[in-house]
């Protein structure tokens, strides 16, 4: 069973975290949240910080609010070692790092997502899972050409008009094409859509954190969940 939450520490005594239910707070901000609002960090066995974004590793962790600068700024003020009563070390590009773990594992769950039939690709696809209401989110290579964008904004607002939903369906640009190259290998697209299903919405879920971890706490993917009214 867990420690109590040391609300001047941000840690946890006894490894990563179990259900979720149990508080815990930022070491750079003081603010609360649950283990799926923040990203948690451990000592590595040679003394480095590590982000542990599945919350699987054991020993000591310490929590920070998913954003590139609160990392960065953790980092800068040393307080990993204060929060993680140890002697550690935590490298100046940690944010970057923690930034290519998101980035894989957003790209990692969108290959599973294919695989489960819930990603598509290809403009015409992507347009058809719009406007049948499969859609839960869509994707552009952020040098995508205007044009294709504009064709899949108009098919967005359609259905959005058309259904009453309560909100657009969102729409990022997260990565370039060659971005995607590296992460992806040939599952490199143009523009994509998650569609309905448990690893589509994992795969909306990862792409939300990446915004938001980019973005200081805010996405600015247009549009929202494209909820249809009860």
């Known amino acids: 069973m867990m420690a109590e939450l040391k609300p001047d520490a941000g840690t946890e005594d006894d490894g990563p975290a179990g259900d979720g239910t149990n508080g815990r707070m930022c070491i750079v901000t003081r603010e609360s949240g649950s283990p799926d609002e923040l990203i948690r960090f451990v000592a590595a066995p040679d003394g ?4 542990d974004l599945k919350r699987q590793l054991p020993g000591r962790g310490c929590w920070v609010k998913p954003e590139r600068a609160t990392v960065d700024k953790a980092v800068a003020k040393r307080l990993f070692s204060r929060a993680l009563k140890a ?3 935590a490298s100046d590009d940690l944010g970057a790092r923690v ?6 594992d957003l790209t990692g769950m969108m290959n599973m997502a294919r695989k489960a039939g819930q990603f598509v690709t290809g403009s015409s696809k992507v347009d058809a899972a719009i406007r049948s209401g499969a859609a839960l989110a869509v994707f552009h290579a952020t040098d995508a050409a205007d044009d294709g964008v504009r064709k899949i904004d108009q098919a967005r607002k359609a259905w959005h008009l058309g259904m009453e ?3 657009e369906i969102p729409s990022f640009r997260l990565f370039s094409e060659a971005e995607m190259e590296a992460l992806m290998g ?3 697209f143009i523009h994509a859509a998650a569609l309905a299903g448990q690893a589509g919405e994992g795969v909306v879920k990862r792409a939300n954190l990446l915004e938001r971890y980019r973005n200081g706490g805010q996405s ?5 969940a494209g909820r249809r009214k009860q």
């Open 186 to 188: 040939q599952n490199t």
């Open 165 to 167: 939903t309560e909100s």
């Open 87 to 89: 002697e550690v070390t």
């Open 220 to 224: 600015r993917a247009t549009g929202g």
């Open 48 to 51: 480095t910080v590590v982000p």
């Open 99 to 104: 930034d290519r773990l998101l980035s894989a």
